[in-house]
């Protein structure tokens, strides 16, 4: 009975011991693969944050482009008002000589 006894206390330990060592190696590997999965994703999010970064950088480059676009227009328009005014002043002065000799 002594035997009986001291086998089923050694049963008990061994497998209590290999309770702890299985269930170390599975949170060993659900860890391994938790590691991986979340490495995963954030290598997606990089990238998801890199074509961001590209697609605002195009953005940048076209509303750059446009401004001196804007800029050049602005100045163009600038000269031809001034050349309008001043063919607007020989218009008038030319009109003034007109009905100066009408009369």
Known sequence: MEALTYIVGLIGVVSTVCAIIFG????RRNQKN???E???K???V???IGYIKSGVDDIKRKQEKQDAQYVETMSRLTA???TANQ???RLDRM???QEVRAQ
Do not use: M, P, R, S
């Not at 170390?24 to 949170?27: P, Q």
């Open 24 to 27: 170390y190696a599975a949170f």
């Open 34 to 36: 938790d590691d991986q």
């Open 38 to 40: 979340g490495a995963h």
């Open 42 to 44: 954030n290598g997606i």
């Open 46 to 48: 990089l990238t998801e």
């Open 80 to 82: 031809v008002e001034t």
């Open 87 to 89: 063919a607007h002043k």
């Open 95 to 97: 009109e003034g000589k």
